[in-house]
T-cell receptor
């Protein structure tokens, strides 16, 4: 079974500084990888996804992520954070065998705090 | 465009009472539907998923059940709530064959 690890529960970054959120996955075949963002009390919004091809993927709100198969990682980055980026970030993996039907496996999330 | 609705947004229920949370999707047909629970510090746990009317798969045995009476309607139920059922419940949908899931705004359930 697949699993996702987000090693950082909380991260504090100054506004305008760069950001990297870590995500490691465990899955035997080609993973389908996602980053979602959740504002307090809200649902999840898809930031970006990786299915195949270029290992550097661009998403919404200026985010990007890089798939590194050798490290089983899919880290999320942003060159300059804004106060509005404060939220919970979730990395997720989909099982190829499920064809998308049987849901995603999520990490436990990273809470991003932005300092003024 | 497609939209997903969940209600209620907030619910406070006593232990032992029944539960019914509803989720509907508009603007698409034959979606895959999902119920997740989010407990503090524990990420999202997939509870149920459905690929069609009356077809429910359970990921975690528990005090909850799910039903899909119509193509775009997904209901989460319990006959008797436990304290441990408290949490944030999220409904999601995807198109057939797609891994991309779209989430509703969630229901905050507090069992007291």
């Amino acid at each position: 079974a697949q699993s996702v690890t987000q090693p950082d529960i909380h991260i504090t970054v100054s506004e305008g500084a760069s950001l990297e959120l870590r995500c490691n996955y465990s899955y035997g075949a080609t993973p389908y990888l996602f980053w979602y963002v959740q504002s307090p009390g809200q649902g999840l919004q898809l930031l970006l996804k990786y299915f195949s091809g270029d290992t550097l993927v661009q998403g919404i709100k200026g985010f990007e992520a890089e798939f590194k198969r050798s490290q089983s990682s899919f880290n999320l980055r942003k060159p300059s954070v804004h106060w509005s980026d404060a939220a919970e970030y979730f990395c997720a993996v989909g099982a190829e065998s499920g064809g998308g039907a049987d849901g995603l496996t999520f990490g436990k999330g990273t809470h991003l705090i932005i300092q003024p | 465009s497609q939209t997903i609705h969940q209600w209620p947004a907030t619910l406070v229920q006593p232990v032992g009472s029944p539960l019914s949370l509803e989720c509907t999707v508009e603007g698409t047909s034959n979606p895959n539907l999902y119920w997740y629970r989010q407990a503090a510090g524990r990420g999202l746990q997939l509870l149920f998923y459905s690929v069609g009317i009356g077809q429910i798969s359970s990921e975690v045995p528990q005090n909850l059940s799910a039903s899909r009476p119509q193509d775009r309607q997904f209901i989460l139920s319990s006959k008797k709530l436990l304290l441990s059922d408290s949490g944030f419940y999220l409904c999601a949908w995807s198109t057939r064959g797609s891994y991309i899931q779209y989430f509703g705004a969630g229901t905050r359930l507090s069992v007291l």
